[in-house]
Structure formats: structure tokens, C-alpha cells
């Protein structure tokens, strides 16, 4: 199974599961990443499949991981957007940012 992300840092996914019912699936999610390279939260912004396959993608989506943060590296701790494919499938295109919503410290995980 191919899973294609679009990110702006070297991402792995090692053996990444990806459920049956996630092939042909694109999605924007909006993530953050720790120092530690791990995905410390992520949301759907945005999926071929409607919301109904929310929690998967985000289950996806915290397999990847970073390589640990260098000194000075300003990517970390902060959320911004991705596009991913799983599978043969053209993902929606991510806006330039993202964040939780307004008011909301953290975002409503599925």
C-alpha cells in the first residue's frame, strides 16, 4: 500500500497500516509536530471522504513520524497543514496555514 504525503520536512512512515477503506483516500490535515519528531496532534481539515473517515486519517497521520528537531529548527511545536494521498489518488490541495479554531487550544480529536 502506498500512502503519498506532501509535507515541507523529510517525513517516514516505516510500516504504515493503512485500513482497506482508506485506499483511494486524500485528505488536508493540519498537524504539529513535537521536537521529538512524533505527531503531538492532528485534524481533518479536509477529505476526499467527507468527515466519516476522520479518525483513521488521523490515526494515519500519528504513524509518521520527523527526525528530531536541530537546534534553531522553527517547524516544531507548530500546527500546519498537509496534504496526503493514500493510495492512487489526487489529495485536496492544503492552504498556506492552519491552526486550532478560534478559542480552541487544542483541536476536537475524532
Known amino acids: ?3 503519498m504525503m506532501l509535507a515541507s520536512a523529510p517525513v517516514t512512515a516505516g510500516e ?3 485500513p482497506a477503506d482508506l485506499v483511494k483516500v486524500g485528505a488536508v490535515v493540519c498537524l504539529k509536530v513535537d ?3 512524533a505527531v503531538s496532534g492532528a485534524y481533518v481539515i479536509e477529505s476526499t471522504a467527507g468527515h466519516e473517515k476522520d479518525k483513521e486519517i488521523v490515526a494515519g497521520v500519528k504513524q509518521l513520524t520527523w527526525g528530531k528537531a536541530k ?3 522553527r517547524s516544531r511545536n507548530i500546527w ?3 496534504s496526503i494521498a493514500f493510495g492512487e489518488v489526487v489529495a485536496p490541495i492544503a492552504p498556506a496555514s492552519c491552526a486550532p479554531a478560534k478559542g480552541v ?3 476536537r480529536r475524532p
Open 1 to 3: 500500500m502506498t500512502c
Open 35 to 37: 521536537n521529538r519528531g
Open 16 to 18: 504504515l497500516e493503512i
Open 71 to 73: 537546534s534553531g529548527d
Open 80 to 82: 500546519f497543514p498537509m
Open 105 to 107: 487550544s487544542q483541536p
